[in-house]
């Protein structure tokens, strides 16, 4: 409350009143049309509604919205009303659909109880009108809305019993509306009104008309949706389960005001995990998996939605973090050294080096370089290079037996690491990543066969297309094309300790050892929060969707969303995103952002990538300037530039940073 205000209220009594919905209370759906989605679902799926047309039923958020308008247009032109009713919206309905009494009704209790179930309190507005109360102040309710003072009352009542006997004046009941100021004058000289001071969320309705009627107001800022989350909307505005997504999260955001970090991880993150954890919850119980094994480290917080899922939902199912990694638990035998060396060097081909290769092999840089003839160790190594120096390791027997012999402890701590773990006389369990080729568990399996005689189960977000497919290792996909892999995914599911590199035995008890124990720069990009808000939204979202009775789950926002992480980035969205510590592959101990903002500095020092996060992150002029040096870059990088195509891209490039051209873009 501002100084002025805080003098107003000081000197004299005031009547204050207070807007209701968005300002009292708020519904968990993104827009009201959501009310009429969340009805139209139980129209169709619950048995005391089978009577009624078909064609109401399918088409009935849209009808119902349609309905509303014209009874307002009706009702002005006939009445000269301000608003409709309740009553004469589905007195419209039932004329045009033929329905009963009865009928009718059932309906308009279902969109009652629907609304009911959907309604969150607004904490801080509710207090304040406690403590005007308590201090004896003059205190009325002013909304524009359809419903009833009655029907108003008992959603507020639902929320807090302190609404029990405050004056409600609605546009339904009276014909006026605050948003054409004919409420505000009818108030005024009801209630012959001298002061008054109006708190809403509106900036026409309850700021600018309150103002143009001689009434202070203080405008209570309601959180408005994420560009993703309108993207989502506008792409289909009758998908219900993006309704919920995006009305959950903007609560959660309203509510905790906690940052950038909190809102994306709420916004951005948790929906998208969400609705995988409920994929594999939903497949464990139709394949009897008792057990879910989460690999780290992405599994973290898939893990934690798991939890609150399982809880939430009375599940008889566990989970369990299961310390792993690619360093750590691929290990070659007899059987299939040369599988094994194919594995390395047909994966992370952009950063293959001798150090990366010999730390894949568990062997130093020096015992690597004696067995080949590049000596190197930091050289990235081109396609033909690294192609030769495989063949000279698949065809030298001598490294072959060393790279066995040195890998047999590890293979063995490992063995005890999964008995200690896994109870492998019950099928009952399965593997969860993230993203990946198979071919850590195809290895996995290959050593989990002599523990039994089923295959291994593993559910992946997404796979690569050239994966390995085996009896032995069944991998099961959310989503299977490769149009919607990439390591952008694994971004969101990133934690704060490093990756598991070994296993050590003490005690009889075995235990992983991990490149590092606490990445601070994780801890300072703010980790809490955004796992407080991931699981936030898991709590919420679930229990919307149990409260409304709705199983729910649409795979199309992770594709959205996805989409719009790799077209159509906000800068904001892309500063988190490109903030986040993150390393592909090799050492990981002092990584930093994975998507700096570009700047002179690491331009012309080539010490950055040209991403697409990082041209988010970055300014108008400089992102027109580099458009053109990626091209430029690329095509030298690759050779394939000529001087006269050097010379000719050059022109184009400073015709396009013309500042004339730029301001008048």
Known sequence: MNEHMTKLISKEKVLYSFDVFDTLIARTTASPFGIFLITMKKLQTEEKYSDLPVFLKNNFAVIRKECEYYAQA????????????????????????????????????????????????????????????????????ISDMYYSEDIIRRFLIHQDKV?????????????????????????????DVQKQIHFGDNKFSDVLQAKWNNIDSIQYNIEAL????????????????????????????QTAGRGKVFDFGA????????????????????????????????????????DILIAKRKLNIKTHYFYSSRRASRFPDESNIDTYINWIFSEITKFLSVNLISSRF???????????????????????????????????????????????????????????????????FAFVDINGSGRTQDNLSHIISDLCNFPVYTFYMHLQSDMCQSDKSIKIAYINT????????????????????SYKEVDGH??????????????????KDYLDAIAEYANLFESVKLKNNIKLNDINLYINYFNYMMKSLDKETADVLGSIPFGMYGDEKNIEECAPKYNLLNIFNNKTSFDF??????????????????????????????????????????????IRNLLWK
């Not at 309108?230 to 995006?246: A, R």
């Not at 996060?613 to 690759?638: A, C, M, V, W």
């Open 267 to 306: 916004s951005f993150t948790a929906p998208i995990l969400f609705s995988y954890v409920d994929w594999i919850l939903e497949q464990a119980q139709n394949r009897n998996i008792k057990n879910l094994y989460f690999i780290s480290r992405d599994g973290c917080i898939p893990k934690l939605i798991a």
């Open 163 to 191: 609404f029990e006997n405050i004056k409600i004046y609605t546009s339904a009941d009276i014909g006026k509306r605050k948003s054409n100021g004919s409420l505000y004058r009818y108030i005024k000289k009801e209630l």
């Open 510 to 527: 075995i235990k992983p050892e991990f490149e590092y124990e606490i990445n601070s720069n994780m801890e300072k990009w703010g980790y």
């Open 74 to 141: 009706n009702q002005l032109t006939l009445h000269n009303k301000f608003d409709c009713t309740f009553d004469d919206i589905y007195r419209l309905i039932q004329q045009n659909y033929a329905l009963s009494e009865t009928q009718v009704s059932l309906i308009k209790n279902l969109e009652i109880e629907s609304e009911l179930n959907n309604l969150l309190p607004i904490k801080t507005n509710i207090e304040r009108v406690k403590k005007l109360i308590s201090e004896n102040q003059d205190v009325i309710l």
């Open 613 to 658: 996060i990082s041209l988010q992150r970055t300014d108008i002029i400089l992102k027109t300037i580099l458009k053109f040096l990626k091209r430029i870059l690329r095509l030298k990088n690759y050779g394939y530039i000529s001087k006269k195509r050097d010379l000719a891209y050059i022109k184009i490039f400073k015709h396009k940073i013309n």
């Open 362 to 428: 568990n062997i130093s840089s020096e015992e690597l370089k004696s067995f080949i003839s590049c000596k190197n160790d930091t050289e990235i190594l081109s396609s033909a290079k690294a192609c030769k120096i495989k063949n000279e390791l698949l065809q030298n027997q001598d490294f072959k037996k060393l790279i066995v012999e040195v890998n047999k402890q590890r293979r063995n701590l490992f063995i005890k690491y999964l008995k200690q773990e896994i109870d492998f006389s019950k099928e009952d």
């Open 226 to 253: 994420k560009p993703y989350e309108k993207m989502l909307l506008n792409k289909d505005p009758n998908n219900l389960y993006f309704e919920l997504s995006s009305g959950v999260s903007r609560i959660i955001r």
């Open 482 to 501: 490769v149009n919607y892999i990439s390591a952008a995914t694994e971004l969101l599911c990133r934690t704060n300790f490093g990756q598991t590199v």
